[in-house]
């Protein structure tokens, strides 16, 4: 199950004009991989670290120098940032709030559409939870917008407005942070992080900050 929607995932992300960009190769088993990574954060053994420590790292051409790339997660963010599919101008530059917010609402809805959340909802609050845990590492002002991301899959008006934009999400690409976040609810603005005395969400109820620790 966890495999399908990680596929499902990719195939919206390879049809999206601007998460594609990061995408160098769809060839890769990038599905697999994302599946095995969220099972091992779930607590279900090691899958995705045994895989990686026999994955073969894969060569990417910068310039007058080959680097290996996506042999591990920051390899991987480093092939994204350098994908000869973006802009010249923007070649290099790491990810953006409005990447991370484009990337979590195409993930969000490909769990809905395949029941994630109608038919595990406890296991949809603790996965939210997570992306809102590890989407800091793109963007650290991104946290604040995982909710957001999760309500625009359940709207169907919005999914349309986007598909009739050409798979562009021309409401959240460019849009400042100081914009954006009037935008969300007031009680959803404020993003502590994991260490903070009185802990927002998503690690507001112990159960789940003692989880969060243990799958960092």
Not at 158 to 175: E, N, W
Not at 191 to 201: I, N, V
């Amino acid at each position: 199950m966890l495999k399908a929607f990680t596929e499902r995932f990719y195939e919206k992300s390879f049809a999206d004009l601007h998460i594609d960009k990061f995408i160098a190769s769809h060839d890769d088993p990038h599905g697999a991989r994302f599946a095995t990574w969220i099972a091992e954060k779930m607590g279900d053994g090691t899958p995705w670290t045994n895989e990686r420590r026999t994955r073969e790292a894969k060569q990417m051409r910068m310039g007058n120098r080959v680097v290996d790339v996506a042999f591990d997660r920051s390899s991987a963010h480093f092939a994204a940032w350098h994908s000869p599919k973006r802009e010249p101008e923007k070649w290099g530059e790491h990810f953006k709030l409005d990447d991370a917010r484009v990337w979590m609402r195409m993930h969000f809805w490909a769990a809905r559409e395949l029941g994630f959340f109608e038919q595990h909802p406890e296991f949809m609050d603790h996965y939210v939870r997570l992306i809102g845990h590890f989407v800091s590492i793109y963007s650290s002002k991104s946290p604040a917008f995982t909710r957001d991301s999760a309500r625009w899959s359940a709207d169907p008006a919005k999914i349309q407005r986007y598909l009739d934009s050409g798979r562009l999400m021309t409401d959240v690409i460019g849009k400042p942070l100081e914009v954006a976040i009037r935008e969300l609810p007031h009680d959803e603005r404020q993003y502590t992080g994991s260490r903070a005395h009185d802990a927002a969400w998503p690690y507001e109820t112990p159960s789940v900050a003692a989880w969060m620790k243990c799958v960092s």
